[in-house]
């Protein structure tokens, strides 16, 4: 198994494009979250989802959406990119509601000029 | 209040000792602990779940105290491979939010 992986590593942006984080899990988990992580804050739930076709807002949802058509694929969204946005993006998935253990991708570093 | 406390560290300890993280949490319906490792600049791995008994996973000893709202971790014979920051995770009402504490660095010299 691949884990959970996520594409691109790295990106640069204008601020005002627009772009989509790609992440996907090949472990059948019914969970999956998106974090970011900015220096001295932790990560920060930005949005997650319980299913396929179900999604819903975490802590800091504003500017970015999110999709889940398959169990595996679950994009994030950036609208109009924001210096603000520039952070470290985690995905993540979790195999159960009964241990919330969760299991991370790699990571994309993402800077907005 | 920050939902998640952690000392901020960093944390500077020689080879063999033994050192012991604190974590406090706000929410008192707060239904999963968890602690997780995260190396420099690469994604958190958990290490162990959290449970009010206590648990024990060789060098790394967990504890949970409910009616204090506290977490701790001790790593015991510190290796120069346990360096790293380690971040306390708690999950709220439902398991759909998930807050992560920002972390305490560790720092193991030789």
């Known amino acids: 198994n691949a884990g959970v992986t996520q594409t691109p590593k790295f990106q640069v942006l204008k601020t005002g494009q627009s772009m989509t984080l790609q992440c996907a899990q090949d472990?059948?988990?019914?969970?999956m979250s998106w974090y970011r992580q900015d220096p001295g804050m932790g990560l920060r739930l930005i949005h997650y989802s319980v299913g396929a076709g179900i999604t819903d807002q975490g802590e800091v949802p504003n500017g970015y959406n999110v999709s889940r058509s398959t169990t595996e694929d679950f994009p994030l969204r950036l609208l109009s990119a924001a210096p603000s946005q520039t952070s470290v993006y985690f995905c993540?998935?979790?195999?159960?509601?009964?241990?919330?253990?969760?299991?991370f991708g790699p990571g994309t570093r993402l800077l907005v000029l | 209040r920050k939902e998640v406390e952690q000392d901020p560290g960093p944390f500077n300890v020689p080879e063999g000792a033994t050192v012991a993280f604190n974590c406090t949490y706000s929410n008192s319906a707060s239904q999963s602990f968890f602690w997780y490792r995260q190396d420099c600049r690469k994604e958190p791995k958990l290490l162990m779940s959290?449970?009010?008994s206590g648990n024990e996973d060789g060098r790394f000893t967990a504890q949970l105290n409910r009616a204090s709202q506290y977490i701790s971790l001790l790593i015991r014979d510190s290796k120069l491979s346990d360096s790293a920051t380690y971040l306390c995770v708690v999950t709220n009402t439902g398991g759909f939010k998930t807050i992560f504490g920002a972390g305490t660095r560790l720092f193991v010299k030789a």
């Open positions: 993540a998935s979790s195999p159960d509601r009964v241990s919330w253990a969760q299991y």
């Open positions: 959290v449970y009010s």
């Open positions: 472990m059948n988990h019914e969970y």
